[in-house]
DNA sequence: GTTATAATCGAATGCAGATTCGATTAACGT
DNA sequence: ACGTTAATCGAATCTGCATTCGATTATAAC
């Protein structure tokens, strides 16, 4: 069996940009380690020396699909000098367009989430490895958990700033947030690379229901 | 052991509000055939006297779900002696209050269907009962989603209806009732009994919301 | 070269959970 | 009463994974 030299062996990224891909055609029960490996020319066996666990490399996916939609609407969010209708325009399209870009990614980030709120603690008999592995998981999900409200806390804080200026009309700023969301993030369940629009019509669609029930 | 007479022991439709309710709290994967035998005193081999497979047992939640949602969505929507806005705003009222009064089922039309895309075909080693039971499961399960569609198109037509009236200004109908879907159905993922809203006063903000997008 | 370490594999383990089976009991019509 | 059918149960199967283990090879450091 030739093995492949380290310096091109599948590394961590790899791994979770693979198991993103094949999450989004299975889903999380369905999706086995084998699977995953498959795609990219490993065994199950092999995950583990990249991942303690099927839940840890699941999480992986997760986080690297948060951390760079956070990115992405980070950028302009943060900017002050622009209205706060200018700024929201750019958050949507951001987050729409990364969205159908990653179709994996995007609908993990509706489906495979509950998977991972539901993980079962080790049972009476596990040794203490394995409720030490357990706590750390629960730890990083919980962070996890809080990196996601931070990204909505964006989102929030650039329409409260509206609502503040009078440039949007007083909306219940939460819901109004999770209304937005609950759209955008849909995308990721319905979006089909073929469809009739790609990422950036959509996002132009979203962008003025959106804003003209907040400018009307 | 006692068994209970036949006219008080516990009917489908028992079975299945309890195991929408035990879905909801655990997701498909880690519900498991003893978890809803035991919500209504039950062993889970008791199951299958009603049941074909858990598969089936999850559609049949399904489907009551979209029944009773289509049942209440049809009688506001097919009143054609109202104009749309009135008709779609009752509609988006009585999705909301519905998804918050049955949290458990608004919250698998989401979650859960994916697990039902996935069901896997019997494998090479299977009997004629078998792949017949699949095919048959297939079955139901395609009807389920056009079922599913006939859901979407009732706000379609009532847009539809509303953009050609000159109510409501020209919009992406698909696009506009995908998003406004998805913010309802996303209150199934978020919505807390106990939380600062009701049912009725978030559809109040998703009304408004939407309205307003479509009247400006 | 020699050695330590990183990556990989094939095969075995272990278990949880869906499903099946045969037996048992209750209700109902006759 | 009596047979038939519907519901139920406990225990046994069966299977599909996640995960572990020991061995093997490649790479890098020295």
Redesign the interface.
Known sequence: MARKPANQSVNRDAIIAAAADVLHK?????TTMKDIAAAVNLTAASLYHHFRSKDALVLSVLEAGLDAAIARIEAVACDESSPADTRLRAMIRAHIVGVAEHPAVGAAM??EL??L??V?PPNASADDADRAAYADFIVRRDGFFRRRDTFEALFRQVVGDGVQDGVFRP??VP??V??????????G??YRPDGR?NGDA?AD??I???L??L??
Chains 1, 2 share one sequence.
Do not use: P
């Open positions: 299975h889903g999380y029960e369905t509706v489906y509950r998977a709120m539901q079962r909306v219940d819901i109004f999770r209304a937005l969301l609950g759209a955008n993030n849909w995308v369940v319905w629009l959509i669609h979203n003025d229901i959106f003209s029930a400018m009307s």
